[in-house]
């Protein structure tokens, strides 16, 4: 896995590690891992459990969480 130049900025980017996808054609919001688990955490969210799938590098990101009653 490459981090690129940029990975920290958390913006707005079509910027894309293949042409396969909809992410270098329109765009997607990307934060780093840091910012997205604290926004769960603020969005007053109980993280529970994380998994990545993919091969050889994982592209997906899975997370359970809940919400307190």
């Known amino acids: 896995m490459v981090i690129a130049p940029g990975y920290l900025d958390g913006r ?4 894309s590690w293949t042409g396969q996808g909809l992410r270098d054609k329109v765009g997607a919001g990307h934060l780093p891992l840091p ?3 604290q926004a ?5 969210l109980v993280l529970e ?3 990545e799938h993919g091969a050889p590098t994982p592209v997906v990101l899975d997370v359970r969480a809940r919400k307190p009653l």
């Open 40 to 44: 769960l955490v603020n969005a007053g």
């Open 35 to 37: 910012r997205l688990l």
């Open 49 to 51: 459990e994380f998994a």
């Open 12 to 15: 707005w980017t079509t910027r």
